[in-house]
């Protein structure tokens, strides 16, 4: 019998994966680790607090679930597109409704306007309230799909890093009157103040003031009406869930209770982190989904801070928010998903958050009645609500300890007055977040809601680049970065990496 004598098989190591370190777990910190994650990068996303998420972490409390932060969904295509990357389909994990109307504005005097995707039902809505602005609306739409295909789909997900790129594109900026105020672009299409008002307050969404932020962010309006709004069924926090096994599937992980205390510089290049417990975490690549001036002033060496801590001190925070969490033993069934509801004041309101940082005694009002939609995020028989007001940030010096309960007494004085009768003998849970907690959970500067103001002159080239441009292998991520705040804007930020960052096989 002839004996063969084989040599075993050899067995070739497998190529070292670099490794990516993700600071924060908000959306834009879990849509980076999906991102590198497909290109062959090892992730491990870090993340302070007890559960992932950030600003769309969840309350469950007493039989209610409450989403924290973000509570609607437009350019859902951006979500497809992180799922796919994994193979995936996103109707697999999460299921998606559109919402109709997408809210309804409830003005002082209790008239409102229901805002949809549909074009003849807005004509109907703008023609009851201003006959004669009927075409205005037609133009104004015009332009905000212009604006939209320009400031979003083109440049979204381009790198702002190096001035060349704003000059190129400043004169389309300055075409569609980026240079004006969204409230003073609105206001070139229409004449009546109500109108004015329902299509200028969506900077709101983003942190801005609508007689501040540049008139580029016109754009919202064409998003939603073009992708429309939709809701997570089970909550936002369905999404956060979603991405977090995505990123396990790909071999990343996720430590939560793992708060970064010191991005490390060495020869001008990140090379890991320290943590809190003492732990040093050694990465290839650093992102940070943290706030961007707390990156620069304090996760980063002196010597490697890109915004220096005088113009740090000179930018604009967006406003704070107050948000009262509360679950109700009865049902609202004429309080649809989602109400805007205007105070009194407009312009002079937003001076009081914006400019003058003062608590004024009038509010205007976001309600979110889940539950319309998704009656599992209650007891049987029971709503969930949240009610958010924008206030001043931090820098207004107000002490939340002692003015946070005053301030829901009020709110729910006027919503029991207003669209929740018996209010105040049906609460059976209750919790409120102030800029305080976003400064102390979330390492918020001056507690805002939303980084740094959306102005122009803090915006694309003028705002944290991506990559950063002291530290080699540093890039940025969230809200506090380009494009800014709200779910497409994180959302594209992590998108911008795709360009920005080197492929794996620059460190095999």
Same mark, same amino acid.
């Given at each position: 019998?002839?004996?063969?004598?084989?040599?075993?098989?050899?067995?070739?190591?497998?190529?070292?994966?670099?490794?990516?370190?993700?600071?924060?777990?908000?959306?834009?910190?879990?849509?980076?680790?999906?991102?590198?994650?497909?290109?062959?990068?090892?992730?491990?996303?870090?993340?302070?607090?007890?559960?992932?998420?950030?600003?769309?972490?969840?309350?469950?409390?007493?039989?209610?679930?409450?989403?924290?932060?973000?509570?609607?969904?437009?350019?859902?295509?951006?979500?497809?597109?992180?799922?796919?990357?994994?193979?995936?389909?996103?109707?697999?994990?999460?299921?998606?409704?559109?919402?109709?109307?997408?809210?309804?504005?409830?003005?002082?005097?209790?008239?409102?306007?229901?805002?949809?995707?549909?074009?003849?039902?807005?004509?109907?809505?703008?023609?009851?309230?201003?006959?004669?602005?009927?075409?205005?609306?037609?133009?104004?739409?015009?332009?905000?799909?212009?604006?939209?295909?320009?400031?979003?789909?083109?440049?979204?997900?381009?790198?702002?890093?190096? #001035?060349?790129?704003?000059? $190129?594109?400043?004169?389309?900026?300055?075409?569609? &009157?980026?240079? *004006?105020? /969204?409230? =003073? @672009? %609105?206001?070139?299409?229409?004449?009546?103040?109500?109108?004015?008002?329902?299509?200028?307050?969506?900077?709101?969404?983003?942190?801005?003031?609508?007689?501040?932020?540049?008139?580029?962010?016109?754009?919202? #309006?064409?998003?939603?009406? $073009?992708?429309?709004?939709?809701?997570?069924?089970? &909550?936002?926090? *369905?999404? /956060?869930? =979603? @991405? %977090?096994?995505?990123?396990?599937?790909?071999?990343?992980?996720?430590?939560?209770?793992?708060?970064?205390?010191?991005?490390?510089?060495?020869?001008?290049?990140?090379?890991?982190?320290?943590?809190?417990?003492?732990?040093?975490?050694?990465?290839?690549?650093?992102?940070?989904?943290?706030?961007?001036?707390?990156?620069?002033?304090?996760?980063?060496?002196?010597?490697?801070?890109?915004?220096?801590?005088?113009?740090?001190?000179?930018?604009?925070?967006?406003?704070?928010?107050?948000?009262?969490?509360?679950?109700?033993?009865?049902?609202?069934?004429?309080?649809?998903?989602?109400?805007?509801?205007?105070?009194?004041?407009?312009?002079?309101?937003?001076?009081?958050?914006?400019?003058?940082?003062?608590?004024?005694?009038?509010?205007?009002?976001?309600?979110?009645?889940?539950?319309?939609?998704?009656?599992?995020?209650?007891?049987?028989?029971?709503?969930?609500?949240?009610?958010?007001?924008?206030?001043?940030?931090?820098?207004?010096?107000?002490?939340?300890?002692?003015?946070?309960?005053?301030?829901?007494?009020?709110?729910?004085?006027?919503?029991?007055?207003?669209?929740?009768?018996?209010?105040?003998?049906?609460?059976?849970?209750?919790?409120?977040?102030?800029?305080?907690?976003?400064?102390?959970?979330?390492?918020?500067?001056?507690?805002?809601?939303?980084?740094?103001?959306?102005?122009?002159?803090?915006?694309?080239?003028?705002?944290?680049?991506?990559?950063?441009?002291?530290?080699?292998?540093?890039?940025?991520?969230?809200?506090?970065?380009?494009?800014?705040?709200?779910?497409?804007?994180?959302?594209?930020?992590?998108?911008?990496?795709?360009?920005?960052?080197?492929?794996?096989?620059?460190?095999?």
């Amino acid at each position: 019998m002839l004996t063969l004598d084989v040599a075993p098989p050899r067995h070739t190591a497998r190529p070292r994966k670099p490794h990516a370190v993700v600071i924060g777990s908000g959306f834009g910190g879990l849509a980076a680790a999906v991102r590198l994650g497909a290109r062959g990068y090892r992730v491990t996303v870090l993340e302070r607090l007890g559960q992932p998420g950030g600003r769309a972490r969840v309350h469950r409390q007493d039989g209610f679930t409450f989403d924290a932060g973000p509570t609607i969904v437009t350019a859902p295509f951006l979500f497809e597109e992180l799922w796919a990357l994994c193979g995936r389909r996103l109707d697999e994990d999460v299921t998606l409704v559109p919402m109709r109307p997408f809210y309804r504005i409830r003005f002082h005097d209790g008239a409102s306007v229901d805002v949809s995707g549909d074009e003849a039902a807005m004509r109907a809505q703008v023609a009851r309230i201003a006959p004669g602005e009927v075409e205005a609306y037609g133009r104004f739409m015009a332009a905000s799909e212009e604006i939209c295909r320009v400031g979003f789909e083109q440049l979204g997900h381009v790198p702002f890093g190096e #001035a060349g790129t704003m000059l $190129r594109v400043a004169p389309d900026l300055l075409r569609l &009157g980026g240079h *004006r105020s /969204v409230h =003073g @672009l %609105v206001s070139r299409y229409f004449r009546d103040e109500r109108l004015r008002t329902v299509f200028s307050f969506h900077p709101l969404l983003i942190g801005g003031s609508p007689f501040r932020a540049s008139a580029i962010y016109c754009l919202i #309006a064409a998003l939603e009406r $073009r992708w429309g709004v939709h809701w997570a069924m089970g &909550g936002t926090g *369905r999404l /956060v869930e =979603g @991405l %977090v096994r995505l990123i396990e599937g790909q071999g990343g992980r996720l430590r939560c209770h793992a708060e970064v205390t010191r991005i490390r510089v060495e020869g001008g290049a990140a090379t890991g982190v320290d943590l809190a417990d003492g732990t040093r975490l050694p990465a290839d690549i650093v992102v940070s989904n943290a706030d961007s001036v707390v990156t620069a002033l304090d996760l980063l060496p002196p010597e490697a801070r890109g915004w220096r801590e005088r113009r740090l001190a000179r930018a604009s925070s967006s406003m704070g928010l107050f948000v009262w969490y509360f679950g109700m033993r009865r049902t609202y069934p004429d309080v649809p998903h989602h109400t805007i509801l205007l105070g009194p004041r407009y312009r002079d309101l937003l001076a009081d958050i914006f400019r003058r940082k003062v608590l004024a005694e009038d509010f205007s009002l976001y309600l979110h009645r889940p539950t319309a939609t998704d009656p599992g995020l209650a007891p049987p028989g029971c709503d969930a609500f949240y009610v958010l007001s924008p206030v001043p940030n931090l820098d207004g010096g107000q002490d939340w300890a002692a003015l946070a309960e005053p301030y829901r007494q009020r709110i729910a004085r006027h919503l029991e007055a207003t669209l929740l009768p018996g209010l105040s003998e049906a609460v059976v849970t209750s919790r409120v977040t102030t800029p305080r907690e976003f400064r102390d959970d979330f390492r918020a500067y001056r507690g805002s809601a939303f980084g740094l103001e959306p102005i122009l002159s803090q915006s694309a080239y003028f705002r944290p680049h991506n990559r950063s441009d002291r530290v080699r292998h540093l890039y940025l991520v969230g809200a506090g970065t380009h494009p800014g705040a709200g779910l497409p804007g994180v959302l594209s930020s992590s998108r911008i990496l795709d360009r920005v960052v080197p492929d794996a096989s620059v460190f095999a």
